[in-house]
T-cell receptor, first 113, second 113 residues
Framework: DQQVKQNSPSLSVQEGRISILNCDYT??????FLWYKKYPAEGPTFLIS?????DKNEDGRFTVFLNKSAKHLSLHIVPSQPGDSAVYFCAASAAGANSKLTFGKGITLSVRP | GAGVSQTPSNKVTEKGKYVELRCDPISGHTALYWYRQSLGQGPEFLIYFQGTGAADDSGLPNDRFFAVRPEGSVSTLKIQRTERGDSAVYLC???????????FGQGTRLTVV
């Protein structure tokens, strides 16, 4: 049973436009959410995180929004750049769970020049 | 070191053989995690170490899998009697302390033929 779902396997956007990557979760115990970016043949790289006490966290071009009632979060990238093309994983952890992460399947973002 | 280092980067082994995968975490990071990523999936948690002890091994699929971290730094994931279904990328991550973002190595791609 997938507790973290990334239902769209891929997304293609034009350079300069906004990329919106969505993630849904089912476990109400999750209280910390992260986004990782992964290039081929490399390990995932931490991008941005958000605690459940917040509904928004911003870091440069990257903003993560959390809607706890809907169990939904999204990553916004503005403006999108060709170097953002990668696989993006949404991950979640629960307090008291030793901070182990539960990952979604990932979404492949392609930014067209 | 500068980042999490995993060796080997690739390992091909015959079904039934024993393999060891090594992880050298970031210096000073007390928390260490092993994940496994199969094709088209997100990383799946295997085991978590806090210091030398395995604080959570609930993700290990069966007793053929074992991991150690004898001195609280380098960790070795050991797989006995390998099966073709064990083929995956094995990722190691470390964090300064639990419940902070984890930094991943580049992974070891294990292929069982």
């Amino acid at each position: 049973d997938q507790q973290v779902k990334q239902n769209s396997p891929s997304l293609s956007v034009q350079e300069g436009r906004i990329s919106i990557l969505n993630c849904d979760y089912t476990n109400s115990m999750f209280d910390y959410f992260l986004w990782y970016k992964k290039y081929p043949a490399e390990g995932p790289t931490f991008l941005i995180s958000i605690s459940s006490i917040k509904d928004k966290n911003e870091d440069g071009r990257f903003t993560v929004f959390l809607n706890k009632s809907a169990k939904h979060l999204s990553l916004h990238i503005v403006p999108s750049q060709p170097g953002d093309s990668a696989v993006y994983f949404c991950a979640a952890s629960a307090a008291g769970a030793n901070s182990k992460l539960t990952f979604g399947k990932g979404i492949t973002l392609s930014v067209r020049p | 070191g500068a980042g999490v280092s995993q060796t080997p980067s690739n390992k091909v082994t015959e079904k039934g053989k024993y393999v060891e995968l090594r992880c050298d975490p970031i210096s000073g990071h007390t928390a260490l995690y092993w994940y496994r990523q199969s094709l088209g999936q997100g990383p799946e948690f295997l085991i978590y170490f806090q210091g030398t002890g395995a604080a959570d091994d609930s993700g290990l699929p069966n007793d053929r899998f074992f991991a150690v971290r004898p001195e609280g730094s380098v960790s070795t994931l050991k797989i006995q009697r390998t099966e073709r279904g064990d083929s995956a990328v094995y990722l190691c991550a470390s964090s300064r302390q639990p419940y902070t973002e984890a930094f991943f190595g580049q992974g070891t791609r294990l292929t069982v033929v």
